[in-house]
């Protein structure tokens, strides 16, 4: 009978407010009655071309009358499972199935579809039986004359009973469901009682590892999410893309990833919620480590001529996280490290310092590539004089120097040598005028 009447009434609903021929609904009709256990499938049918529709949604109306899947354009189905009743699918264009329902799938149903700024909702009703055949109960909880939620928790002042026999004495007490044998066929319970609602809080979220995670391929990796503080205790689950990952725990929920690969990477997000409007959620983000691949702007094996100067420029590409580049001679380091890119100088070359093998390293982490050259120095008579600012001369060159000090020298010594000579000429000179000068006969007097 009660069936019959709330059919009545949604017929009553669908005449009132026609659905512009945008929907029909399913051969079911507006009403299921189903037992539990089954799958349950509602077929809207469309009236206009998928492509003219702007969004189709579907609503649970005893959750809170919010959407738990929609498609926007033809996209993919977004699904907000805290709005659903239980476990469903949807296929497109505009198909539900509700699967293994329970009691908890009893309600209303509404499917909208938006087309050029107007919407149009279809509503279907289902009611599951407890037993075939037996009358499905129906009951209400009020504060102060209004309908509240059938599943609160509340402080109460008062005792309260049934059929004159008190059922709970405590402070505390939770209403959630009336079983089938606490009623007769055709009649309702009533459950009066002066209450208190406690007062709900939203938990907070805490998490044992950094917002930013980096792993290898083939690593595990857990992480701790806690909601706590809530009231009542918040409910935690892990999400990954809007697709949960793992079951849901009172309180705490590990994020557990096994032989980490690039397909697990991305954003996890971890959601705490102790009522519909008490959530509170964070999120990490896991990478993979990639090994940089290195490439020199030069040849493998160079040959440069002596004085000269030389640059190669090395570049660690496509790690991640991004490389550290930087160059080895030796088993030395050779400059400063760069961030993905790091140039080899060599300035003025010198044969006896210069030649060798020159290494560049990429390295993230333990992840390194590296690759070599050779470079060859071809011995060359070579002169270079610079003036620098303190008005000193420099010079450069092994051979060249040698060949100045040697003739610098020289030319010192020759000189002192010719200066000798040149000396001792004059005096020879000087000696020798004076000699003759005295040996001159004198005039004979008469």
């Given at each position: 009978m009660t069936s019959s009447i709330f059919a009545a009434l949604f017929g009553l609903n669908f005449v009132l407010f026609?659905?512009?021929?945008?929907?029909?609904?399913?051969?079911?009709?507006?009403?299921?009655?189903?037992?539990?256990?089954?799958d349950v499938t509602i077929a809207w049918k469309l009236d206009v071309p998928v492509s003219d529709i702007d969004i189709r949604s579907w609503r649970f109306l005893p959750k809170k009358n919010d959407t738990f899947a929609k498609i926007s354009r033809n996209g993919d189905v977004l699904i907000q499972t805290q709005y659903s009743p239980g476990p469903f699918a949807i296929t497109k264009p505009s198909t539900l199935i509700l699967k293994n329902v329970t009691i908890q799938y009893n309600g209303t149903y509404e499917f909208f579809v938006y087309k050029n700024g107007e919407s149009t909702v279809s509503v279907v009703h289902m009611f599951v039986e407890t037993e075939p055949n037996s009358p499905q109960p129906s009951y209400t909880i009020s504060h102060n004359g209004k309908q509240i939620s059938t599943e609160q928790m509340?402080?109460?002042?008062?005792?309260i009973s049934h059929n004159g026999k008190q059922i709970s004495s405590e402070k505390t007490f939770a209403i959630s469901e009336v079983k089938q044998s606490?009623?007769?066929?055709?009649?309702?319970?009533?459950?009066?009682?002066?209450?208190?609602?406690?007062?709900?809080?939203?938990?907070n979220v805490t998490l044992n590892c950094s917002s930013s995670i980096t792993l290898y391929e083939g690593d595990d990796f857990t992480c701790v999410c806690r909601g706590e503080g809530g009231n009542p205790p918040a409910n935690v689950t892990w999400y990954k893309d809007g697709v949960q990952i793992g079951g849901t725990g009172i309180e705490e929920q590990t994020l557990t990833l096994s032989h980490f690969n690039g397909t697990s990477s991305g954003t996890y997000k971890c959601m705490a919620q102790s009522h519909i409007n008490a959530t509170d959620e964070k999120s990490i983000e896991i990478k993979l480590v990639i090994a940089p691949t290195v490439t020199l702007s030069c040849s493998s094996s160079i040959t440069v001529n002596e004085c000269d100067d030389f640059t190669c420029v090395c570049r660690g590409e496509g790690g991640n996280p991004p490389a550290d580049v930087t160059w080895y001679k030796d088993g030395e380091q050779i400059g400063g490290t760069g961030k993905e890119e790091q140039t080899l100088t060599l300035s003025n070359i010198d044969a006896g310092t210069d030649s060798g093998t020159y290494k560049c390293e990429a390295r993230r982490s333990s992840l390194t590539n590296a690759n070599s050259i050779e470079v060859k120095v071809r011995l060359n008579s070579c002169k270079k004089v610079n003036c620098e600012s303190s008005g000193t001369w420099s010079w450069s060159g092994t051979v060249v120097v040698w060949h100045i000090v040697v003739s610098s020298v020289s030319g010192i010594i020759l000189g002192i040598l010719v200066s000798c000579i040149v000396y001792c000429c004059c005096c020879c000179c000087c000696c020798f005028r004076n000699r003759r000068h005295k040996t001159k006969p004198e005039p004979m007097k008469t």
């Open positions: 026609p659905c512009k021929g945008q929907i029909s609904l399913s051969p079911g009709g507006d009403t299921f009655d189903v037992f539990p256990g089954q509340f402080t109460i002042s008062d005792t606490d009623v007769r066929p055709h009649t309702c319970v009533t459950v009066t009682a002066t209450v208190n609602l406690t007062s709900v809080v939203g938990p």
